[in-house]
């Protein structure tokens, strides 16, 4: 099919309803306002919901509401708006409620400011709110790849009843790229037969619940689910290994960020200077491990650096794969500041042949 060129914001909405989101519901934040003004649009065309909730608060309520029905339902919003929806996301998890949430990271902590950046990592891959649970969280690092892995989404939060998230930063939400569409695979529609649409076709009660008051019942829910998301850390880990085999530095890195690092590889490649090899994860969580002690186990790797839009979280992730195979170091900048392929560059020729190409 013929590419389009589409902002971000806006090519994420048309993957959500290519996919067969039924329902949006959002409230407006930089640099995600586009994702609501899109569904505006195109949502009542198309007889569908969407609903500008009056606080996103309210957004990730009528989400539940909406997922436990057992419609394809979505929201977006950026880091202090995601922050609030954090009750709502852990009463999601713990009903076992399939939804959609993106994430257009900018600066923080607080407001912040609406720069891109990468700061909401532990908020994303630990479970932002109350209680043992995780999300499925994916790292786009195009806006292809962020279509593609907003439709794998819906599928993947059906098949496993739990909310996935998109985490991309603002970059990614503002920036224009040629998109391909139109090439929806749907995976095997999911059992819904836990969704509470009444009693058709004799179909037993649905009762969704968070609510354990008996501590055996609530360690009972958590055990099951720990139990699915064992089943996902085998077969729904997603990583790109870009020029690792032989390199004498790993970098790890997502998103934009593995944009550039990837460009700076390619730059140093083409000079005949140290051989760097990339290790970008896909899905933050469940994260890469093996493939990032699998690259850092090689003869050839002395150390591995992780280069983040965030003053240092994915690293502790790549420590934890790591094991003290090799020196971990990282490189990052915040509050909305991008580092460049220049800085990215010194910090490589740095830990390689004491800073010499």
Known sequence: MAKILMKGAEAIAEAAIEAGCQAYFGYPITPQNEVPEYFAKRMPKLGRTFLQAESELASINM?????????????????????????????????????????????????????????????????????????????????????????????????????????ADGTLGQMMEPVELGNYVPRTK?????????????????????????????????????????????????????????????????????????SVIMQLDQAGGPKVGLVRPITLWPFPQEAFAKAAAQESVQAVLSVEMSMGQMVEDIRLAVNGRKPVSFFGRTGGMIPTAKEVREQILALCNGGKE
Not at 135 to 141: D, G, K, R, S, W
Not at 200 to 225: D, F, H
């Open 190 to 262: 999911a059992d819904m037969t836990w969704a509470a649409t009444g009693f058709q076709g004799g179909k037993p009660r649905s009762i969704i619940n968070s609510l354990y008051i008996q501590p055996e019942e609530l360690e009972e829910r958590c055990l099951a689910m720990f139990d699915t998301y064992r089943e996902i850390q085998a077969h729904e880990i997603r990583v790109e290994e870009f020029h690792v085999e032989g390199a004498q530095l790993i970098v790890g890195a997502y998103g934009t960020m593995a944009r550039i690092v990837k």
């Open 63 to 167: 989400v539940y509401g909406a997922a436990s029905a057992g419609v394809r339902v979505m929201t977006s919003s950026s880091s202090p708006g995601i922050a609030l929806m954090q009750e709502g996301i852990s009463y999601l998890a713990a009903s076992r409620l399939p939804c959609v949430i993106a994430n257009f990271m900018r600066g923080g902590p607080g407001l912040g400011g609406i720069q891109p950046s990468q700061a909401d990592y532990f908020q994303a891959t630990r479970g932002g709110g109350n209680g043992d649970y995780y999300l499925v969280v994916y790292a786009p690092a195009t806006l292809q790849e962020m279509c593609d892995l907003t439709k794998e989404a819906f599928d993947v939060a059906e098949q496993y009843r739990l909310p996935v998230m998109i985490l």
